[in-house]
């Protein structure tokens, strides 16, 4: 692995899935599992195209149940080019003999380079070498090179290229018993200029689907174009080529004469377009038209290459030692899954991006991690995101309507409208049952959203955003807060009751006939930070603007003054001298985890060790992730100890250090989200064991540490946290009251990096950090001066200069 590559030598069937994910080529727009073309999907290989937004719904009776789940569609498979020497069986690695196999993503160019070199049946040996890109300039094009050389022999070879429309969502085994045929209506034809087309619809959602490849080849090498056997209909082929076309793959056939040593190349270009996109007449004619004025590979090649290099510059980022390279493969996928092209779309950020089925392309808070990282890039990219889920506010607040609830309760998960699409039930693959799913439990999702939206205008200076949508998804979250917060006169306090943390383990109290626990501290303390912001924002609203935003939402002063008292009064638990993730937590039982660890090995997904042995996590003081914890991810120490002194608590240094040591001896970081918080929290606090899960959150895709989930899609949310780490996270970098303000702590084994960010209109702004010295310059423009903040001192650094810092000593703190 170099730098810029990601490498994977030979062939290994067990490990194909996981490189599938990681090789995964995408624009925003869509994006392809890094897949054989040669393979079809079966237990070793699952190529998936899936475009962003593209849902459909189907209902599947498991367990005795009807159930409906939407999902993120696979599209029909544009990859598919296979090839054949003389009269054999098409070459395969899964029945030929491979020489070598090699897979190169390159990830300044957005290329995937594979070489492989077959033996057939009779020992002639072809080698093949192929190139593809997803495109990042034109998101509709991809493009698939194949060069073949015989190596010893001369004579012929077939090559079949298709688009296949027989495909269906089976991508993750646990979801194998529900229905997923989302393709219906499935047609090919062929077109003049060597193109074969595909359309189709999604069965509920009817988002149709066009699709055209064109694939041309050295005309020199033709030897024949005879039509496909099993192909229904043949039209007039153009010399050279046979074009064919069944029910649901449009096949082109080719047949080649290679000489010893002499390479051959073919080119397949394909179009995708859906219903989706504007400015098109249908999907099936665009696709059709684009891929006809498709230039040639060179020039699209070189478009893409500098689309890349453009993307690039905006998100540099140099950190040196091994965490350098896969910092930017983890910027590479999240850049290929929320790309420039994103802000022309209605979707939200998938947690799993665009590389596979896993949680069906849902949309969880996992934009927590993500947003405050694309701030400081693609702010245009964070507005578009936040904007779906304002197009959504109107269905959240349906949704709380529903329930018996005031304002708007986002859905913990969500897809094309907005609706809760969190699976009612979910299968533990270890005892075999499907069980009640309570996560939809988890509202503090609305928290994060609002912090988003308040992050994102303070780091972009977006107060339009704020002062219309960001204000009003602000208002109903609030509102949906203080009203579900109920007082209890013994305790003189506001609880919330029957929720879910972000620690999925716990979704109800051993025994209880509900689901839902009562007063988490995260959903607490959140719900008081939004509130209180809330309050802050609509103080600072124009007058203008406030009075239609009362008008239009009821809001009177008596509301406001109960939000007031909410965010002052909300209740949060302790014990043992620590915050308590939730009332009672401190009563449940210890685990045996050395016991458990024993015996299982890897505990991560301890519910489902538990449930299988006819237990449940719901009786043990054991966590999934960060949940107490999130609180020192979201907040700085100044704004956290504000925040829970205005709810009447000191929480210092040494009780906050006190339950970060509780937590961390109770947590199994089962979601990947969980290391990248904890390093981030134990880097904060100047703690040692800070690496150990730094490293995790690094190698949590690239080694696949959650048991194989890699191979079912990316865990966005991790990736693009792990670069927020060392953006935010170790930089102390907060975008609060107009100026830049850092305060960086020291992590030995990143002791010195740097990255360029854009901040309120200055792109490019460089930034430089070692243990003693903050390096910061800002490009020549005709913005105002940037405003740096250091603990101790203000400076500012105006457009053309640049300024060192030094850092005199880290503050001792948390
Ligand atoms: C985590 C959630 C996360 C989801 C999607 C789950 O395993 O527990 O916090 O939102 O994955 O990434």
Redesign the pocket.
């Known amino acids: 692995m170099a730098d810029w590559t990601w490498e994977y030598e030979g062939y290994h069937p067990a490990q194909e899935r996981l490189r599938e994910s990681l090789c995964t080529l995408g624009n925003g727009y869509f994006a392809t599992r890094g897949a054989a073309p040669e393979c079809t999907a079966d237990s070793v290989h699952y190529p998936g195209t899936y475009a962003a937004g593209c849902y459909n719904r189907l209902a599947s009776d498991v367990a005795g149940r009807r159930v409906e789940n939407e999902d993120m569609v696979n599209l029909p498979n544009w990859l598919p080019l296979r090839l054949r020497t003389g009269s054999g069986t098409w070459l395969s690695p899964d029945t030929h003999k491979v020489l070598d196999h090699h897979q190169n993503l390159d990830l300044r160019a957005g290329t995937l380079e594979r070489t492989v070199r077959y033996e057939d049946e009779d020992g002639r040996c072809l080698a093949v070498r192929q190139l593809r890109l997803v495109h990042m300039a034109d998101p509709h094009l991809a493009l698939l090179r194949t060069q073949v050389t015989a190596e010893g022999w001369s004579g012929e070879i077939e090559v079949e290229s298709a688009l296949d429309g027989t495909v269906t969502n089976s991508g993750v085994e646990r979801y194998r018993s529900l229905a997923s045929q989302h393709l219906t209506d499935v047609r090919t034809g062929t077109s003049p200029r060597d193109t074969v087309w595909l359309r189709c619809r999604t069965s509920r959602s009817d988002i149709r689907i066009g699709m055209a490849a064109r694939t041309v080849t050295d005309a020199r090498a033709v030897t024949d174009a005879r039509a496909v056997t099993d192909a229904r209909a043949v039209t007039d082929a153009p010399a050279g080529t046979g074009v064919a076309h069944d029910n649901a793959r449009a096949v082109q056939l080719l047949r080649l004469s290679l000489a010893d040593g002499r390479t051959v190349t073919v080119d397949k270009t394909v179009a995708l377009h859906t219903s989706h996109d504007p400015a098109i007449k249908d999907p099936l004619h665009a696709a059709v038209e684009r891929v006809g004025r498709a230039p040639d590979v060179e020039t699209l090649l070189a478009s893409h290459r500098m689309a890349w290099q453009q993307l690039w510059r905006n998100a540099e980022l140099d950190v040196p030692n091994s965490a350098g390279p896969v910092l930017r493969l983890h910027l590479f996928h999240v850049l290929q899954t929320l790309s420039p092209h994103t802000a022309d779309l209605d979707v939200g950020v998938p947690?799993?991006g665009l590389h596979g089925e896993a949680?069906r392309g849902h949309v969880?808070?996992?934009e927590l991690f993500v947003l405050p990282y694309l701030n400081l890039h693609l702010p245009e990219v964070s507005r578009a995101l936040l904007t779906y889920r304002h197009r959504r506010l109107e269905q959240a607040c349906r949704s709380a309507r529903n329930a018996g609830h005031t304002g708007a309760m986002y859905p913990w998960q969500s897809g094309s409208d907005g609706r809760e699409e969190t699976q009612q039930l979910h299968l533990n693959p270890r005892s075999g049952r499907w069980l009640p799913d309570h996560s939809w439990l988890q509202h503090h999702v609305g928290s994060a959203i609002a912090y988003n939206v308040w992050q994102y205008c303070e780091a972009s200076g977006d107060t339009e955003f704020l002062h219309t949508k960001g204000v009003e998804m602000l208002v109903r979250i609030a509102r949906f807060w203080a009203g579900i917060a109920a007082y209890d006169g013994t305790l003189g306090r506001y609880r919330i009751r029957g929720v879910v943390g972000?620690d999925?383990y716990h979704d109800g109290y051993p025994g209880a006939g509900r689901p839902g626990l009562d007063d988490n501290a995260y959903t607490n303390v959140t719900a008081a930070w939004v509130l209180a912001r809330t309050l802050d924002v609509l103080h600072e609203l124009p007058e203008l603007p406030r009075r239609d935003l009362c008008e239009r939402t009821g809001l009177d002063s008596a509301e406001l003054d109960g939000w007031e008292d909410v965010s002052k009064k909300l209740y949060v638990p302790f014990h043992a001298g620590v915050i308590s993730q939730f009332e009672g937590y401190g009563a449940l039982d210890e685990l045996d985890w050395a016991g458990y660890r024993e015996r299982y090995g890897d505990i991560r997904r301890l519910d489902r060790i538990l449930e299988a042995e006819g237990d449940t996590v719901n009786r043990y003081q054991a966590s999934?992730?960060a949940d107490v914890l999130m609180l020192g991810y979201l907040f700085s120490p100044a704004e956290l100890g504000d925040l829970f002194r205005r709810l009447g608590h000191e929480v210092d240094d040494t009780a906050w250090r006190r339950t970060v040591d509780y937590y961390l001896r109770r947590t199994s970081h089962?979601?990947t989200?969980s290391s990248v918080v904890h390093g981030w929290v134990l880097a904060r606090a100047r703690r040692a064991e800070a690496w150990t899960y730094v490293h995790e959150a690094l190698a949590g895709d690239i080694a696949d540490l959650q048991g194989g989930t890699t191979g079912e899609g990316i865990?966005l949310?991790a990736m693009a946290g792990t670069l927020d780490l060392v953006q935010r996270g170790l930089t102390g970098l907060e975008t609060r009251g107009g100026a830049l303000r850092f305060d960086p702590v020291p992590l030995p084994e990143l002791s010195e990096y740097g990255f360029a960010i854009r901040y309120r209109g200055h792109r490019g702004v460089q930034l430089r950090l070692s243990a003693d010295e903050l390096l910061i310059a800002v490009p020549v423009s005709d913005k105002e001066p940037i405003d740096v903040a250091l603990a101790d001192r203000t400076v500012s650094v105006a457009p053309g200069e640049s300024c060192v810092l030094t850092l005199h000593t880290f503050r001792e703190g948390r």
């Open positions: 947690a799993r949680y969880f808070w996992d972000p999925e999934k992730q089962g979601s989200l865990h949310g």
